[in-house]
């Protein structure tokens, strides 16, 4: 397979999906880096284009006036390109985009911006951060945390179980509080299995009201992920982040709200119409800048098509001794999922096990301990990788099952 000597895809002979080369250098070259961490590796052009403009506000002198028009600038040029990539135009003009210093930061900021709840519930969609996000708010505002569950079999079910039971359970945390927040996924992290949130805030909005529960819908996985956000319109906060499947080279949350209080509270650190209260992060924007240029460059699509052909490939692959969790459940799927050995096989090491076999041969996927009965295996098929890392991937996979 061919290698260019850096990940500069704009000087590359790009020609299709399926022949993005230029990514296949992950990190050092050698490692197959399939999302274990969910945070987007060094791609050397949005590198260079960020120092540039690093450089430039520094040869501007900090502090400057000149500076800091060139701040704003850049972050009006990020809302911009947002709006643009990944937006519904019917709603865009309506959103206003805030950047602050990471996803769990945009997720406390939206939790702080619905007012006083009583309870803050927490769906069963969520990443383990976000959780300690929601233990964190509540120490802090008395309120009580509500967390809903769904125990390991229930995601091989059809969605509309699964969704009758979401529903019940948040009308049961609704039903004795007067005020309350909600934390939705739209992408579970786990499975990767999309989740239709406007169908669902629709039902919910049948038993309750805006005033009652506000909706925080959390797009860390939504974004950028063979998908663009949903549910906007209709959520109190939509947050989401920069540095996963946008891949700015710096942790950055997005916060877009829809049609926002014009007197509603901007927090101390967040990049609004103004500069942060704080130190500015002039990394921390002019990567996610560079991010968003160098996939407005591309195409979202063609990358996303790239990325369906991984993901077509490893399923087709491993499909006699491993089952995609929840892929039959009738949901939109995305370039992440998680898989478990088939009926009739198991793991022929321990989740701890087999996370250190799979990193002792380069594979960096996330091991989750969701069933005690049998680990999951997440694996994520982002547009830097190729097919001949997932066919080593698979090589390596087939070594970890046996017969039960």
Same mark, same amino acid.
């Given at each position: 397979m061919t290698r260019l000597p850096a990940e500069d895809v704009l000087l590359a002979d790009y020609r299709e %999906? =399926?022949?993005? @080369?230029?990514?296949? %250098?992950?990190?050092? =070259?050698?490692?197959?880096?399939?999302?274990?961490?969910?945070?987007?590796? *060094?791609?050397?052009?949005? /590198?260079?284009?960020t120092n540039q403009l690093v450089n430039l506000y520094q040869e501007y002198v900090p502090g400057s006036a000149? &500076?800091? =028009?060139?701040? $704003?600038?850049?972050?009006? *040029?990020?809302?911009? $390109?947002? #709006?643009?990539?990944?937006?519904? %135009? &019917?709603?865009a003009g309506g959103c206003r985009i805030e950047f602050v210093g990471g996803t769990s930061r945009a997720v406390e900021v939206a939790l702080a911006r619905t007012g006083q709840p009583r309870r803050i519930i927490i769906s069963p969609f969520e !990443?383990?951060?976000?959780?300690?996000? +929601? #233990?964190?708010?509540?120490?802090?505002? =008395?309120?009580?945390?509500?967390?809903? @569950?769904?125990?390991?079999? !229930?995601?091989? /079910?059809?969605w509309q179980e699964q969704e009758d039971d979401l529903i019940s359970q948040i009308a049961e945390a609704v039903a004795d509080t007067k005020t309350a927040a909600l934390v939705l996924s739209e992408v579970n992290y786990a499975t990767g299995a999309v989740i239709p949130v406007e169908r669902i805030i629709d039902r919910i909005y049948q038993f309750t009201s805006p005033l009652a529960l506000k909706i925080i819908l959390d797009g860390a996985h939504a974004a950028g992920n063979n998908q663009n956000p949903r549910g906007i319109a209709k959520c109190a906060s939509y947050v989401f982040s920069a540095h996963k499947w946008l891949l700015a080279p710096e942790p950055c949350g997005v916060i877009v709200s829809y049609n926002p209080p014009p007197d509603q509270l901007v927090p101390y650190d967040a990049w609004n119409s103004t500069l942060p209260a704080t130190t500015v992060n002039v990394h921390m924007l002019a990567g996610l800048v560079s991010s968003l240029r160098f996939l407005k460059k591309l195409g979202m699509e063609k990358l996303w098509e790239h990325s369906r052909r991984l993901r077509r490939r490893f399923v087709d692959r491993i499909q006699a001794l491993f089952t995609v969790v929840g892929e039959d459940s009738g949901v939109d799927i995305t370039l992440l999922l998680a898989i478990c050995p088939s009926p009739g096989r198991r793991w022929k090491f321990s989740a701890t096990e087999l996370s250190a076999y799979l990193q002792s041969n380069s594979v @960096?996927? $996330?091991?989750?301990?969701?069933?005690?009965?049998? %680990?999951?295996?997440?694996? +994520?098929?982002?547009?830097?990788?190729?097919? *001949? @890392?997932?066919?080593?991937?698979?090589?390596?996979?087939? #070594?970890?099952i046996r017969d039960d």
């Open positions: %999906p =399926g022949a993005l @080369h230029v990514f296949a %250098p992950v990190t050092n =070259g050698d490692k197959l880096n399939f999302y274990g961490l969910a945070v987007a590796p *060094e791609i050397r052009w949005i /590198r260079n284009a000149r &500076a800091t =028009g060139l701040l $704003l600038e850049l972050a009006e *040029e990020a809302r911009t $390109l947002i #709006k643009e990539l990944l937006l519904d %135009p &019917a709603e !990443h383990p951060s976000v959780i300690e996000v +929601a #233990k964190w708010f509540v120490s802090i505002s =008395g309120a009580e945390l509500w967390q809903l @569950h769904c125990a390991p079999q !229930h995601f091989f /079910r059809c @960096h996927a $996330l091991v989750m301990n969701i069933d005690p009965q049998s %680990p999951w295996l997440r694996v +994520a098929f982002p547009c830097f990788i190729d097919f *001949e @890392h997932v066919d080593i991937l698979c090589d390596v996979l087939e #070594k970890t």
